[in-house]
């Protein structure tokens, strides 16, 4: 069977490495409904994803704006960015019991739940900027770090002055610093070139060279504990990117190390929205890259906030189609194609 909507009225306190006194309970009361998702019209406009990297100066007003105005909402509002960070949390750290099975919980990370979950993660959080701004074809950005032009922190999140910074971050790896996509924990310090070169090494061998499933990974019905195994994008280079971004100094990494807090820093959405970009991206790349038909796969369903602050029961099977949730990506070339090693 698939995993289920949890049960928003039982919710417990973050596991992990969380503070004690931290809640990420999704706002819920008695009254609360819960709608089923239904995706935008056909002729909702195309929302086009820039690379952090490449956006300009209107683009990122706009964000900031939008970003702004969501950090001001009051801390109850679903919308609100202090929620909004939560919802990661929620899903994350055995907030929730998979309905059915109380001792075993709900996280969507290590499984095929991973890139579904993330995906509508973004599409509600971009829906929502894009409603407090009143821009319908508002789209978020993504950190192209898999171009060698994107191989850096994204600028546009290191203005101290900017909505977007964020200080819980790892000093050291600011621009113009070269990223690691295959990060370890120590900084290797060699050459940029070379360091490219062994990134763009790394990105092939996470979509090109794998076996049918392996981008994807392990299934994760209901009553399965939760992790079983992750895909290779979802393991290199989205996992070592989260500690590479956050603060060594922190207590646990904070605020892109640990899944409690990761959402807490906006770079986290540039950083996810190059996780989906991927999973697009490798779907269109040759036929025999398709997505899984298990119906626990497809039927398995998540709560969201959407823009109206509604409470929404989605299913992967909405999400397969970016073009269908009216989104895509800046096209900007896949250096790493070719870098076999
Ligand atoms: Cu939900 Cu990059 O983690």
């Known amino acids: 069977a698939p995993i289920q909507t949890p ?12 503070p004690a006194d931290l809640s990420c309970c999704l706002p819920y009361g008695t009254g609360t409904a819960i709608a089923d998702f239904k995706p935008p019209p056909a002729s909702a406009p195309l929302r086009v994803r820039p690379a952090a990297h490449l ?3 209107n683009y990122v007003a706009k964000y900031e704006w939008a970003v702004e105005l969501m950090t001001k909402l ?8 202090a929620q909004q960070w939560r919802v990661h949390c929620a899903f994350c750290d055995a907030v929730y019991d998979q309905v059915g099975f109380q001792d075993l919980d709900l996280q969507i990370h290590n499984s095929w739940l991973f890139f579904p979950w993330h995906r509508f993660y973004l599409y509600f959080h971009e829906r929502i900027l894009g409603k407090l701004i009143g821009d319908d074809t508002f789209a978020l950005p993504f950190w192209n770090w898999d171009a060698p032009d994107g191989m850096t922190f994204p600028a ?3 203005n101290q002055s900017s909505p977007l910074y964020d200080e819980r971050r790892n000093p ?20 940029r070139d070379q360091q490219i070169q062994q990134n763009l090494t790394t990105m092939y061998h996470g979509i090109q060279c794998q076996e049918d499933g392996t981008l994807l990974r392990a299934a994760l019905p209901a009553g399965r504990p939760a992790r079983p195994r992750a895909g290779t994008v979802e393991q290199v280079p989205h996992g070592p990117l989260h500690p590479w971004v956050g603060d060594p100094s922190q207590p646990n990494g904070e605020d892109m190390g640990p899944f409690y807090s990761a959402a807490r820093d906006p770079v986290f959405y540039a950083h996810h929205g190059n996780v989906d970009r991927m999973w697009h991206i490798w779907r269109g790349l040759t036929p025999s890259n398709t ?10 369903t998540f709560l969201f906030y959407d823009e109206d602050a509604r409470l929404v029961r989605a299913r992967v099977r909405d999400c397969l189609d970016a073009a269908a949730l009216r989104y895509t990506y800046q096209d900007v070339g896949l250096p790493w194609l070719n870098a076999k090693p």
């Open 156 to 158: 546009i999140y290191a």
């Open 7 to 18: 049960d928003p009225a039982t919710c417990n306190p973050p596991a992990d490495t969380a």
């Open 74 to 81: 009051p801390d109850d509002d679903p919308r609100s960015f």
């Open 55 to 57: 956006a300009d100066e």
């Open 291 to 300: 997505d899984f038909t298990d119906a626990d796969w497809l039927d398995a």
């Open 172 to 191: 050291a790896h600011l621009p113009p610093f070269t990223v690691d996509l295959d990060y370890n924990g120590t900084d290797s310090n060699i050459p």
